[in-house]
């Protein structure tokens, strides 16, 4: 393994307050010295095989075998995508179009990703999900989570599962995502399937298990059996939670230790308490309301609670097509209530948080060598100049990827 020390950076995000503590920030984001981004300025980065050697001021780098110029431009930790649904088959471009004209359509959402997905080929869902991890990877995403969800039979969503654990990160197991048209006459046996079969066939292929815990989708009974099914074989809690109208998924994620909450729109007073006493993060998902026209999920409310935030794409075919995160950056900052510090920060270290990762999100010693050069002299420019491809270069695990 080599060495390689990447010089001249205007300002570095560390996401460890105390790395920056002290040092000079005139010109970023005025953040100072309490900023949870752990700026730094005029500062150089040392990679050691695929984890971080050392960071701090450029004229204080250690020799190296290699030595890159960023030019003056901001360094940041990759970004950690930590909820999106990227096996799937098919388009709904239609049923976009009709809703952003105002106009009745009648197909059948998820179901209709449901079907394409399961009259795919494996090769057609691979191809399908390669592609979209290296759109995001051009972006900045480094980390990211991806479900099951679109095939609701045995078979099918285990091979979504086999699929996704051969590129991506973290991989969760949805079964729960609906209950498919063949048991609409009995959910009850739906969910006796996905916590019998389908999760034996499931668990060895994933980390996670999820449910929708939505009026129409599971309530919190079903809910609550499922996720304790899921851990029972060993799989960790996430729920998507209180996207449509207020129910008890933020209130059950939080009593079975969900690691994330996610989407969090319809909140109450009591939902925000049992969020910021407890470890389950609240994963807020902008695009799916930018893509349906929804109301936003409030930031600020959860922030000045005390709440650990992440952010992240939800990328699907059906309600959040984008696998930007910078893109859902900006609207963090220009419609939920986030700083431009604390939308970086949970695009970032929140996710890992999410995940339950302590070697990524950041840039610290030890860490994981994921990074970020963006064509610009501070992290602002992310909310500062949207829809601009501000990535000028991404390294994962030590190696440029882009």
Not at 249 to 259: F, S, T
Not at 300 to 317: E, K, M
Request: charged share 20%; with cysteine; aromatic share 4%.
């Amino acid at each position: 393994m080599s060495s390689t020390v990447i010089t001249n950076i205007a300002t570095l995000v560390t996401n460890d307050p105390s790395l920056g503590r002290g040092l000079p920030r005139s010109g970023t984001s005025g953040s100072g010295g309490d900023s949870p981004l752990g700026l730094v300025q005029d500062a150089a980065v040392v990679i050691d095989g695929d984890r971080i050697a050392w960071i701090g001021e450029s004229r204080k780098a250690p020799a190296t075998d290699n030595r890159v110029d960023a030019g003056g431009r901001t360094v940041i930790p990759g970004f950690v995508d930590s909820h999106s649904h990227l096996v799937f088959a098919g388009d709904r471009t239609e049923e976009f179009n009709a809703r952003m004209s105002g106009r009745p359509y009648s197909a059948g959402g998820i179901r209709t990703t449901v079907a394409a997905t399961r009259a795919a080929t494996d090769a057609e869902l691979e191809a399908n999900l390669t592609r979209y991890l290296a759109e995001a990877l051009r972006q900045g995403t480094t980390t990211l989570e991806t479900k099951s969800g679109y095939g609701l039979t045995v078979a099918d969503e285990a091979r979504a599962l086999r699929i996704a654990a051969r590129h991506t990160d973290e991989v969760t197991y949805l079964g729960a995502h609906i209950v498919p048209p063949d048991y609409a006459e009995d959910p009850a046996g739906y969910v006796e399937l996905v916590t019998g079969e389908m999760l034996r066939a499931c668990a060895p292929h994933a980390r996670w298990i999820d449910v929708f815990c939505e009026k129409g989708a599971f309530d919190g009974d079903q809910a609550r059996a499922i996720l304790t099914a899921g851990k029972a074989r060993g799989l960790h809690p996430r729920i998507h939670a209180n996207q449509l109208t207020h129910g008890p998924g933020v209130q059950l994620a939080v009593e079975l230790d969900a690691a994330s909450a996610d989407h969090c729109t319809h909140l109450t007073d009591a939902d925000v308490d049992a969020l910021a006493s407890g470890t389950t993060v609240a994963t807020l998902l902008p695009g799916a309301e930018f893509s349906t026209r929804a109301p936003w999920p409030d930031a600020r409310r959860l922030l000045d609670a005390g709440v650990t935030v992440a952010l992240s794409t939800d990328c699907n075919p059906g309600s959040s097509f984008t696998s930007s995160m910078p893109f859902c950056i900006a609207l963090a900052v220009r419609d939920m209530g986030m700083t431009p510090d604390e939308a970086v920060w949970a695009a970032t270290e929140g996710g890992a948080r999410a995940l339950r990762r302590d070697d990524v999100g950041r840039l610290t010693p030890g860490a994981r060598a994921d990074l970020v050069v963006l064509d610009a002299p501070s992290h602002v420019h992310l909310a500062y100049r949207p829809g601009v491809p501000l990535v000028a270069q991404v390294w994962r695990k030590g190696v440029r990827e882009v």
